[in-house]
């Protein structure tokens, strides 16, 4: 059943927080939307401070590490090689964390408590338990570390989504964007002076991984720093837009909703193709950051101005 688990593994990347979780939610309900990029990114950040404070093997390298290959042959898969510290697991955290205000919408669309209302959470618990079941099967976490994910995930589901609102203004987005980035860049250059090396997990994840090319770029640890900073940013940006308030008015019905939310997949999977792997780690970066500013750029201002345009076009033709 390795394809299948591969598939829920593919599920729970966060990495589809910000090109299907967030532009799907921001269509059925512009909080919604917005809750779960920011518990993700804010999620995100957390999750790596965790892991370099924890130093949690993985198993596809302590296995050889630990010299008890031998006795052992384990499979590794295009998903395997994750490149960041193993506790607690990303997975599991963050998109856990994200996927929390979704289960909490659809549930209170019934106060009252009937088995109906009950189809969320076990929904939601079937997919987290089976992120975490890949997880482990793919030799990427331990089953202690996707548990302390899970856990953690929910705790910051359920507190973070009410923390922001749609009246902060550009300073707070780029305070806080300038926070997440060089919050990181103190923490892990102020521990390399009291001599602790947080890339030894990159060196043993190239070391161990058993094909070259599985290991990238996007699964470094500051891959993960520009895109929650990057997605504070530019959603700053999208809510200061001269533009925002104008497309939020009236309610749009379905039809509209569901052209927006196409040309909102569309334009991020444009922008999430874009060949960004290069020789220099900086430059991949750089290049990561702006990406993830124009994502919800995207989603909130343009794929919604396309709509309304050609929804005036159409009205006007007929007239």
């Known amino acids: 059943f390795s394809q299948f688990w591969l598939w829920v593994n593919h599920l729970g990347?966060?990495?589809?927080?910000?090109?299907?979780?967030?532009?799907?939610?921001?269509?059925?309900?512009?909080?919604?939307?917005?809750?779960?990029?920011?518990?993700?990114?804010?999620?995100?950040?957390?999750?790596?401070?965790?892991?370099?404070?924890?130093?949690?093997?993985?198993?596809?390298?302590?296995?050889?590490?630990?010299?008890?290959?031998?006795?052992?042959?384990?499979?590794?898969?295009?998903?395997?090689?994750?490149?960041?510290?193993?506790?607690?697991?990303?997975?599991?955290?963050?998109?856990?964390?994200?996927?929390?205000?979704?289960?909490?919408?659809?549930?209170?669309?019934?106060?009252?408590?009937?088995?109906?209302?009950?189809?969320?959470?076990?929904?939601?618990?079937?997919?987290?338990?089976?992120?975490?079941?890949?997880?482990?099967?793919?030799?990427?976490?331990?089953?202690?570390?996707?548990?302390?994910?899970?856990?953690?995930?929910?705790?910051?589901?359920?507190?973070?989504?009410?923390?922001?609102?749609?009246?902060?203004?550009?300073?707070?987005?780029?305070?806080?964007?300038?926070?997440?980035?060089?919050?990181?860049?103190?923490?892990?250059?102020?521990?390399?002076?009291f001599g602790v090396d947080l890339s030894w997990s990159i060196n043993r994840a190239t070391k161990w991984c058993a094909k070259p090319e599985w290991v990238r770029l996007e699964t470094r640890p500051f891959s993960s720093v520009t895109r929650s900073a990057a997605s504070a940013l530019g959603l700053g940006f999208a809510f200061r837009c001269p533009l925002y308030s104008r497309l939020c008015k009236g309610n749009r019905d379905w039809r509209k909703r569901t052209i927006t939310l196409l040309l909102s997949l569309l334009l991020l999977g444009l922008l999430h193709h874009l060949p960004l792997q290069t020789a220099s780690p900086l430059l991949f970066y750089f290049l990561n950051f702006i990406r993830h500013v124009l994502g919800p750029f995207a989603v909130v201002i343009l794929a919604p101005f396309i709509t309304h345009s050609l929804s005036m076009r159409a009205t006007d033709k007929k007239e």
Not at 49 to 63: A, C, N, T, V, Y
Not at 132 to 155: D, E, K, T, W
């Open 13 to 193: 990347d966060p990495a589809h927080i910000y090109v299907i979780y967030f532009p799907l939610a921001y269509c059925i309900c512009n909080r919604l939307g917005v809750a779960i990029l920011w518990t993700g990114l804010l999620s995100e950040w957390l999750n790596l401070i965790f892991k370099w404070f924890l130093f949690g093997e993985r198993p596809f390298w302590w296995i050889y590490e630990s010299g008890m290959h031998s006795d052992l042959h384990l499979t590794q898969f295009p998903l395997t090689c994750e490149t960041g510290p193993g506790s607690p697991s990303g997975h599991c955290m963050i998109t856990g964390a994200a996927l929390w205000p979704v289960m909490m919408f659809f549930t209170n669309l019934r106060p009252q408590r009937t088995l109906l209302s009950l189809v969320p959470i076990i929904l939601y618990i079937m997919l987290m338990v089976g992120v975490a079941i890949s997880r482990v099967l793919i030799l990427a976490h331990f089953p202690h570390q996707v548990v302390a994910g899970l856990i953690a995930g929910m705790y910051l589901g359920h507190s973070i989504p009410g923390t922001v609102s749609r009246g902060c203004t550009l300073l707070f987005f780029t305070l806080t964007s300038v926070l997440l980035l060089f919050g990181a860049f103190l923490i892990y250059f102020g521990m390399g002076i």
